[in-house]
């Protein structure tokens, strides 16, 4: 059993930047994918970005590759989103999830095996 929990959120003025960590019970390192989702409300959970076992990170989408990040803080055993520029629609609960599974299912959401809570984003206009 893993257990993930997520921090970091709040709400933020719109251009803000904001970090979101997911911080892991075991190590991830070598281990586990790490991936983010959001939730919008009203929508499905979509997949934001993750980060390998071995440190290779991949994002969704053109909009997110210019303004998301994500990475892992290995001596911490934690693993960051780091979103600027954020907009209204970025307002979403964010979720990490946990991935053994090949590289090539990282944006299945029905790979992951343990996930965190969430972490609420509002961005305000």
């Known amino acids: 059993q893993v257990e993930l929990v997520e921090s970091g959120g709040g709400v933020v003025q719109v251009g803000s930047s904001l970090t979101l960590s997911c911080a892991a019970s075991?190590?991830?390192?070598?281990?586990?994918?790490i991936g983010w989702f959001r939730q919008a409300p009203g929508k499905e959970r979509e997949f934001v970005g993750a980060v390998g076992r071995t440190g290779q990170t991949t994002l969704n989408a053109d909009f997110m590759r210019r303004r998301f990040t994500v990475s892992r803080e290995i001596s911490k055993n934690l693993v960051h989103l780091r979103m600027n520029n954020l907009q209204p629609e970025d307002t979403a609960v964010y979720y990490c999830?946990?991935?053994?599974?090949?590289?090539?299912?990282?944006?299945?959401?029905?790979?992951?095996?343990?996930w965190g809570r969430g972490a609420q984003v509002t961005v305000s206009s």
């Open positions: 075991v190590r991830t390192y070598t281990t586990y994918t």
């Open positions: 999830a946990a991935n053994r599974a090949v590289w090539s299912t990282v944006r299945q959401e029905s790979h992951y095996l343990y």
